[in-house]
Antibody, heavy 121, light 107 residues
Framework: QLQLQESGPGLVKPSETLSLTCTVSGGSISSSSYYWGWIRQPPGKGLEWIGSIYYSGSTYYNPSLKSRVTISVDTSKNQFSLKLSSVTAADTAVYYC?????????????WGQGTLVTVSS | EIVMTQSPATLSVSPGERATLSCRASQSVSSNLAWYQQKPGQAPRLLIYGASTRATGIPARFSGSGSGTEFTLTISSLQSEDFAVYYCQQYNNWPRTFGGGTKVEIK
């Protein structure tokens, strides 16, 4: 059974870079046809897709965050990572990682449990 | 970007009653639409994909319909564990986008 687990600092200072890692277990991150994505949810609000990466390294980013986001993959560790630069309080959210495919199979499943990141000095 | 609009924002329903949730896309997404359920403190859980196919382990009381720009999630007889927030998501285009959610609460 595939499982995803987010990890990283729970507190980040304004203007600094948020860094999170998602560790995949129960399956290989190098499986063809799968993308690995990041989604966030500010407290009390809805879901926002941040970006996704294919195991080969191809990436798609939300245009609203593209200038600040970098997603990378480390197949040797079965992990993928998110970096969000120049953070502000508006970036405070629960960050989820999830798997999906492309074209007509693009739903997110499964999801990690999520990790709360607070941006504050 | 495709904007997904869900209505109503909040739906008050008694246990055992039917709940009907709507999701509208700003342009056609064909049948490339998923529904998720989220309970407090938990990650979203996939309910429906392909607009109408139930995910593994999802009870038959959950059903999805629609195509193009208009979609519906129906819960035929609400159980206590169904009170939650429901989101739709399109995967026809990048960027992937979610609706704002419908909260189903106990009446």
């Amino acid at each position: 059974q595939l499982q995803l687990q987010e990890s990283g600092p729970g507190l980040v200072k304004p203007s600094e870079t948020l860094s999170l890692t998602c560790t995949v277990s129960g399956g290989s991150i190098s499986s063809s046809s799968y993308y690995w994505g990041w989604i966030r949810q500010p407290p009390g609000k809805g879901l926002e897709w941040i970006g996704s990466i294919y195991y080969s390294g191809s990436t798609y980013y939300n245009p609203s965050l593209k200038s600040r986001v970098t997603i990378s993959v480390d197949t040797s560790k079965n992990q993928f990572s998110l970096k969000l630069s120049s953070v502000t309080a508006a970036d405070t959210a629960v960050y989820y990682c999830a798997r999906h495919r492309d074209y007509a199979y693009g739903w997110f499943d499964p999801w990690g449990q999520g990790t709360l990141v607070t941006v504050s000095s | 970007e495709i904007v997904m609009t869900q209505s109503p924002a909040t739906l008050s329903v008694s246990p055992g009653e039917r709940a009907t949730l709507s999701c509208r896309a700003s342009q056609s997404v064909s049948s490339n639409l998923a529904w998720y359920q989220q309970k407090p403190g938990q990650a979203p859980r996939l309910l429906i994909y392909g607009a109408s196919t139930r995910a593994t382990g999802i009870p038959a009381r959950f059903s999805g319909s629609g195509s193009g720009t208009e979609f519906t999630l129906t819960i035929s007889s609400l159980q206590s564990e169904d009170f939650a927030v429901y989101y739709c998501q399109q995967y026809n285009n990048w960027p992937r986008t979610f609706g704002g959610g419908t909260k189903v609460e106990i009446k």
